[in-house]
């Protein structure tokens, strides 16, 4: 049976780091609520419906996301999670507040985010300062990562697949020490009476498959719909780059046009996990420098819903797996949530689409 994650980020309530970075009481929606048309037919600002402008520190937001989550057929939450290495983390507490309080009873894992974070001048020269960098230390910090988690993998709502810990390793390639992380962290799921994991990894562009593999990955996941420019010639990708970098206009995708490049016949391979977006536009971010899927609707994620239902109807039971990406990215206008322009109708589109298998 086709099981639906999609990622959550954990951004939405105030963290110290930021206030220091970004201003008091700032969250994702700080950026949300800014948000400006920068073109004729643009929409902006995307506005909540619901669950409005909510905090993740309160236990009934999330009771309330997984409720519409499962009404509409997804089968769990994939929280992004910072580990910087030497214990530094960032954002966890509302993931650590599902773990210790039981709720809500929703299926989740987790998905490493393994990335520095930077400060990017968008609007001014594309600078950028570092605010934390990750860090591979070696063997000691990956055994406290794993035990840091050990509570999560031992809870009945963490996802398996073949009765394997399901764990996302967002970048792959950003440290030789990754083949190091995940032989420790096999080690270690045996010695707790876990069985093993089920690692899955992004592959970035499309084209680090064996590399990727070699690193003893169970599965990797593609962001082909953002590698759209690979599609183009090198005129246009000239001009996509010229207008992003300097003249700092968005780069602009029909949304409509990207649906061929969103699930393609290689994710029938039993070991790549299709990914699906019902839209894209993070210029809350990013202002001028944005990448936007443009005009996306309801019905046109309806279309690609059925496609990825279909690329993995034939893989064996447990390995039928999808991606949404994502549930809340609201500062990159990539997003399931009700909003004012939809309401419910991305989500609607998907239980409709699963009814309809």
């Known amino acids: 049976m086709t099981k639906i994650l999609a990622f959550y980020l954990p951004q939405f309530h105030p963290v110290p780091e930021n206030d220091e970075w970004w201003g008091k009481g700032f969250s994702e929606w700080t950026n949300v609520a800014k948000a400006r048309p920068l073109f004729w037919g643009h929409h902006q600002p995307n506005i909540p419906a619901d669950l409005g402008f909510y905090d993740l520190r309160l236990e009934e937001t999330r009771i309330a996301q997984a409720k519409l989550a499962q009404e ?3 089968d769990g939450f994939c929280y992004w999670h910072y580990w910087f290495g030497n214990g530094k983390r960032l954002l966890e507490k509302p993931f650590e507040e599902v773990v210790k309080s039981n709720k809500p009873d929703f299926p989740f894992c987790l998905a490493w985010a393994n990335h520095s974070w930077e400060k990017k001048q968008f609007d001014k020269n594309g600078t950028s300062e570092l605010l934390v960098e990750q860090l591979y230390p070696g063997e000691e910090d990956y055994i406290s990562h794993f035990y840091s988690l050990l509570d999560a993998f031992k809870d009945n709502r ?12 967002y970048n792959p390639l950003g440290s030789s020490e990754i083949s190091v992380f995940v032989k420790v962290w096999r080690a270690l799921a045996k010695e707790n009476g ?11 562009d499309s084209r680090d498959y064996e590399k990727i593999k070699a690193l003893d990955i169970d599965a990797i996941y593609n962001d082909d719909v953002f590698n759209i420019h690979h599609h183009k010639n090198i005129f246009q990708k000239g001009y996509y780059m010229f207008n992003r970098e300097y003249l700092k206009r968005p780069t602009r995708f029909l949304y409509k046009k990207a649906i061929k490049y969103m699930v393609t016949d290689k994710c029938k391979q039993n070991d790549i996990i299709p990914v699906i977006a019902p839209n894209w536009d993070h210029s809350p971010r990013s202002g001028g420098r944005a990448i936007i899927l443009h005009k996306s609707k309801p019905k046109y994620f309806g279309d690609v819903i059925k496609r990825a239902l279909e690329v993995v109807k034939n893989k064996p039971k447990e390995e039928q797996l999808i991606f949404v990406k994502s549930w809340n990215e609201w500062g990159e206008g990539n997003y399931l949530e009700p909003d004012l322009r939809y309401g419910k109708a991305y989500l609607e589109q998907l239980r409709d689409q699963l009814k309809n298998k």
Do not use: E, Q, S, T
Request: glycine residues 4%; without cysteine.
């Open 72 to 74: 509409h057929g997804i």
């Open 158 to 169: 963490y996802i398996r697949v073949n009765n394997k810990l399901f764990f996302v390793i």
């Open 194 to 204: 876990l069985n093993d994991f089920h690692f899955v990894a992004r592959d970035a």
